[in-house]
């Protein structure tokens, strides 16, 4: 009766009938209990969500938050930069909304690893971690849902629309800390949550009877044998049925329900659709949302291509943290935007840029981090930091920190392999409030 750790499928998390009334979900539970537990030191959480905003590609960083004004035009490129509300500090002309709430911001210059290929780059900005051909690293998001679990029946780890990359699941940890995935972009005119509704032809009274039938098969079978196991299984179900079930984590879902001033605010496209339901997931309690917007591969026509994608992200950002702000739950949710590295200096012979990761820029906000503060720096042609630079390791400690989790924790990878959440790295104490 005990189904190996990694049986559970991504796009099963929440079905419901799918393995027997929604065994797979139930799984996740039970699963997540056995969960070795060591005791650490504690630390204070300071956030309690994380909206993480990935543009997948590698976003020009001269084109967004580090502009070379001064430098040649073969490295600052063809677009010009604008103040921001911090004196002395501007932004590349694509984000002039942006530049407006820069006080409320917290951007790292001096971000900065050694993989230039995308897939490898991307792992490291999941992870923490540099991709080893041994062990598949777990990215944020199940380790956060490892550690905490569910809040409010919603699943603690979600990805807008779809997970975007293998390395946002689960790695060595059980599938069962693996995303919940919507299915569906949430800017689409029909959009609807996969697996968040009965199956067709089951309805709230047949239900009901599904859950009578394996009550009595649990109770059959808690007669026969005393398993704590089984005793212990009744709780996973109840779990499991009061997510289904829940009207509050449907509603959570249901972006509909925001007035159409709200939709246009954030833009009815996907970069705003998708960073508002962002927002209505945190405010209903999952812990961490996964993002992503656009694809910034820009090795040709860099100019063209930001002036394309970047309005509507502009847009969307800045109402994101306007409207997290207002309400209160900025100071407890820290929102990161990031790509998997930054472009060349130069513009290459088809007005573009290629792979760099030697340097380039994260811009966050909230989640008990300073205000109005631009961390590090790239030297004159944003070719390499030049003070204070940020790995990775360091960025995915700081992150932990703030969410109260020991970063030095080890969890358990197969063969009793202890793994520490984030090898080396430090938390980068600068960043915070």
């Not at 393995?19 to 039970?30: I, K, Q, V, Y």
């Not at 969410?403 to 090898?423: Q, T, W």
Request: hydrophobic fraction near 35%; aromatic fraction near 8%.
């Amino acid at each position: 009766m005990t189904p190996p750790l990694r049986t559970i499928g991504r796009r099963g998390f929440l079905t419901v009938g799918a393995c027997g009334f929604g065994l797979t979900l139930s799984d996740l539970f039970r699963l997540r209990a056995r969960a070795e537990q060591k005791d650490y030191a504690p630390i204070e959480a300071k956030a309690d969500s994380v909206i993480h905003i990935f543009l997948p590609g590698g976003l020009a960083h001269q084109e967004s938050f580090d502009p070379k004004p001064y430098a040649p035009i073969e490295y600052r490129g063809e677009m010009g930069s604008i103040d921001t509300a911090l004196p002395g500090e501007r932004f590349s002309e694509t984000l002039p909304q942006t530049s407006r709430i820069a006080d409320k911001l917290t951007v790292i210059r001096s971000m900065t690893h050694g993989e230039a290929a995308h897939e490898r780059g991307t792992h490291n900005m999941f992870t923490g971690y540099r991709p080893s051909p041994a062990l598949q690293y777990p990215s944020m998001g199940s380790v956060i849902s490892h550690e905490y679990g569910p809040r409010n029946n919603l699943p603690p780890y979600v990805c807008v629309p779809n997970m975007p990359n293998e390395y946002a699941g689960t790695g060595y940890l059980s599938s069962a800390f693996s995303p919940f995935a919507l299915g569906s972009d949430p800017a689409r005119r029909n959009f609807r949550v996969q697996d968040l509704d009965l199956p067709g032809g089951v309805d709230d009274s047949r239900f009901a009877t599904r859950r009578s039938a394996l009550d009595a098969v649990n109770d059959y079978f808690r007669r026969r044998e005393s398993s704590d196991e089984l005793t212990a299984m009744d709780s996973f179900y109840d779990r499991a049925y009061s997510l289904i079930s829940s009207p509050d984590a449907r509603a959570a879902f249901d972006i509909n329900a925001e007035p159409e001033e709200v939709r246009n605010a954030y833009g009815m496209n996907q970069a705003g659709q998708r960073m508002l339901m962002a927002r209505r997931l945190v405010a209903a309690g999952v812990r961490m949302v996964t993002l992503t917007y656009g694809g910034w591969d820009m090795h040709n026509q860099v100019t063209r291509g930001m002036k394309r994608l970047m309005p509507s992200f502009d847009q969307a950002f800045a109402a994101l943290i306007n409207d997290l702000d207002r309400t209160g739950l900025l100071d407890r949710t820290l929102v990161m935007v990031s790509s998997e590295f930054g472009r060349t200096p130069k513009i290459n012979r088809t007005a573009g840029r290629d792979h760099w990761p030697k340097v380039f820029s994260v811009a966050l906000a909230g989640g008990g981090l300073k205000r109005g503060y631009i961390h590090g720096a790239s030297n004159s042609t944003a070719s390499d930091p030049d003070r204070d630079p940020v790995g990775p390791e360091d960025l995915a400690k700081t992150v932990y920190h703030q969410l109260g989790i020991v970063a030095d924790k080890e969890l358990m990878a197969p063969g009793d392999r202890p793994i520490e959440i984030v090898d080396g790295g430090r938390v980068v104490d600068e960043l915070l409030a």
